[in-house]
């Protein structure tokens, strides 16, 4: 059947409407095939600008990114760029900076002079390119003043080489405490650094932090001079990637963005590029709507490991960016206990997901390649593999491959899985899809790109049902009057969810079980890196928990936390409505087109006929025809939260934004953590304080109500195709 035609849209138009497109979280470990993944459903004009990022090689960018596929973009070479920057942190810097120091100053027997001299280039490389990879700064060194941070090192360590307890014994001196005799002799000098390092006076102090912070400037010019952008970083960018278009040309933009040694991850918190998808998957997606769907692929999902705690962490990554579906690639090459564990590790997340109403879809992957190991070892008369081997052994080959893919999936509950190759070759120099066209398998699917745009558009109508009402088969076309504004506003009212909202406030602030989960309550100090990596997790959603000799121990999940408290004390959706709290909106439609969206979502009127039922007659009469329709809108969105398990989605979306996501709440995170000249220990109890008095503030409900309200609208925004 012929696709219906559709209007088309400039690339920002569709970028605009992101958040009523249906979002997937791509899981991939090393090796998965996540990389061609992406390179099969990105169109073919843009992907070789963004190969720079996506491989064989494990190192990948390491920002966050959003790839927003919409057919109705009109042509392939047009695409749209948003970047969403964060404040540059030295932290990180800083931190790779007293590891270093700390160590050449040992090594060159704690004489300044030494030390200094000691710091070539290689030394600097272990700073500016540090071996964890958390960050790149190996392609702006020429811009970066060595001579300045040497100077400064220089007038330090002639401090610290003169001070009246000497570095050496206090390391010494530390070593001998009872509780840090495990401790390497490393990690000590790394502590005895950071104290003296904080001892010094404050115009060096300050001399070093502006030097960290021209590094920021540095990033922050080199961003704005790759972008060109007259409208700004962060507003939403056209571009062709055919140069003399109308759109400014934007090829070497992509190539920088994906490049993974771009120093941009330091400033730049995530990008979202929407592009037109493959014609070829365009051609075998749903024919009653465009095919529009965000794929995002998570930093920390595509550098995992295979491993049993890897997989947990990236699948509780993937559900805290609140997505419609999680898309789990494993690599069949792997041993068997390794595919075993990581199918437990899913295992323990289904519940949650299940409870999130987000489904996970396992693909197994590298088919191709265990079947060709497995004709290898077949029995076969001569050395070399030959086409007639794989025809005799092929299905075979499957039939072991598949014995233990099932195998694998009696250690999963309930999860989608299937297998795929992930690797595409022409019919005629694959060995794989000759032999299964000769013994007219079919099979042959599997080993073609249609294989996997099947998979995802079965992952795409699945998902879409779930959003949608019981009885609607496909989202509605709705044409509003600002396509930057929802379709349909819903609303809490924190007054009349007074009690509950107070309740809240008085266990976040005052149950000394609560407060002190989340408060440093260690007397010891924190260690900096146990500081910045429970910052990166609060980033992201997760919780961090230490288990340190030297330094002080804490074990906080903020955005847990949250959530107990808030489905303790939230009522369920029901009774939320039964008690006014929840208002329905719909000012960016006019009569027309919410007429239609009523009669879409109950075309039998089955909820609508009781939305007047025990109305005085003589008001009735009297209300506004918007208001009638507005009162059925209602009703049908009642009922619809009312009969779905929404409730758990809304409250995990909520507990993340109050935890970290809130714009507010994140500028004053952001604002303790990225404060200079206190300690790593100082920032992070600063930082769980400022969470107290947030909590406690007069504006929380309000803050609480705005949340709750924006995770139900966009909710119910994705059952609408925005025109």
């Known amino acids: ?48 600008f963004i190969l720079v990022g996506v491989g064989d090689k494990c190192q990948t960018t390491i920002i966050p990114c959003n790839f927003l596929f919409d057919e109705r973009i009109e042509k392939g070479e047009f695409f749209s760029i948003q970047i969403r920057t964060k404040v540059f942190s030295p932290k990180q810097i800083h931190i790779k900076v007293v590891e270093i120091l700390a160590k050449q100053f040992a090594l060159c027997g704690y004489e300044a002079e030494e030390t200094i001299s000691s710091i070539d280039s290689e030394v600097m490389l272990g700073i500016l390119e540090p071996a964890d990879a958390e960050y790149h ?46 401790v390497s002799i490393d990690e000590i000098r790394c502590i ?12 060096i102090r300050e001399e070093y932090q502006n030097w960290l912070n021209s590094i920021g400037e540095k ?63 365009i051609d075998m997606f749903y024919d009653k709507i465009p095919l529009r769907f965000c794929l995002r692929d998570t930093m920390g ?13 990236a699948l509780d990554i993937a559900l805290n960016c609140s997505p419609d579906s999680i898309l789990l690639l494993m690599n069949l090459e792997e041993r068997d206990d390794v595919i075993e564990n990581c199918c437990e590790a ?126 609607v088969t496909s989202p509605l076309y709705v044409t509003v009057k600002d396509t930057g504004l929802p379709a349909v506003e819903i609303k809490i009212d924190p007054i009349v969810l007074s009690k509950e909202f107070n309740q809240i406030q008085e266990v976040l602030t005052k149950d000394k079980a609560v407060v002190n989960g989340y408060q440093i309550t260690d007397t010891r100090r924190i260690h900096g890196r146990s500081v910045v990596r429970y910052y990166e997790n609060l980033q992201i959603g997760l919780g961090y928990t230490t288990n340190a000799y030297v330094y002080g121990n804490f074990s906080i999940n903020m955005k847990g936390m ?80 009312g009969s779905s398990d929404k409730f758990y989605m809304v409250i995990d979306r909520v507990a993340f934004n109050l935890s970290y996501g809130n714009d507010a709440i994140k500028k004053m995170t952001d604002a303790i953590y990225n404060k200079p000249f206190i300690t790593y220990d100082e920032t992070i109890r600063l930082m769980q304080e ?30 609408f195709v925005i025109i």
């Open 1 to 48: 059947m012929k696709k219906q035609e559709i209007a088309r849209l400039m690339p920002r138009e569709a970028h605009k409407r992101i958040k009523t497109a249906q979002s997937i979280v791509v899981i991939g470990p090393t090796s998965s095939g996540k990389s061609t993944l992406i390179y099969a459903l990105v169109n073919h004009q843009i992907i070789k």
């Open 192 to 203: 005895i650094m950071e104290d003296m390092w904080n001892e010094l006076p404050e115009p």
């Open 219 to 281: 990033i922050t010019q080199r961003l704005n001079i790759c972008l060109g952008a007259n409208s700004g970083v962060e507003s939403i960018n056209e571009f062709s990637v055919v140069e003399d278009d109308i759109l400014p040309y934007g090829g070497m933009i992509l190539q920088s963005l994906f490049d993974p040694y771009e120093p941009y991850s330091l400033i730049v918190e995530e990008m979202t590029m929407a592009c037109r998808p493959r014609d070829e998957l």
């Open 562 to 641: 949250l959530k107990k408290v808030l489905e303790n004390k939230i009522p369920d959706f029901l009774t939320l409505y039964q008690s006014e709290v929840i208002k329905t909106l719909a000012d960016n439609m006019d009569d027309v087109e919410l007429d239609k969206v009523i009669a879409e979502l109950d075309e039998n009127e089955q909820i609508t006929q009781f939305a007047f039922a025990d109305i005085n007659p003589a008001i009735f009469d009297d209300l506004p025809l918007k208001v009638k329709k507005i009162q059925k809108l209602h009703l049908i969105f009642r009922h619809y939260f």
């Open 301 to 313: 999902l595509n550098q995992i490991n295979m491993d049993n705690n890897s997989v947990k962490d």
């Open 137 to 182: 700064l190996g392609k702006i060194v020429n811009e970066i003043s060595i001579e300045d941070f040497k100077n400064i090192v220089n007038k330090a360590f002639t401090i610290i080489e003169d001070a009246e307890e000497s570095f050496y014994n206090r390391v010494k001196k530390k070593k001998k405490e009872p509780d840090k005799r495990k």
């Open 346 to 471: 899913i295992n323990s997340k289904i519940g949650k997901a299940q409870r999130l109403d987000v489904p996970v879809h396992v693909i197994f992957t590298k088919a191709d390649r265990v079947l060709s190991n497995i004709i290898n070892k077949a029995d076969r008369k001569t050395v070399e593999l030959t086409q007639a081997d794989y025809t005799e052994h092929i299905e075979a080959a499957i039939d072991i491959m598949e014995n233990s893919i099932e195998g694998y999936l009696s250690h999963l509950m309930e999860s989608s899985a299937t297998w795929l190759s992930i690797r595409y070759l022409e019919e005629k120099i694959d060995p794989i899809q000759c032999a299964l066209k000769e013994v007219t398998s079919p099979l042959i699917e599997k080993f073609t790109r249609n294989g996997l745009y099947r998979k995802i558009n079965e992952i795409l109508k699945e998902t879409q049902m779930r959003i949608l009402p019981k009885g």
């Open 690 to 719: 400022n969470f107290k008095k947030q909590y406690g503030s007069p504006n929380f409900a309000d803050v609480l109500a705005a949340e709750m309200s924006s995770a139900m609208t966009e909710l119910v925004n994705k059952m």
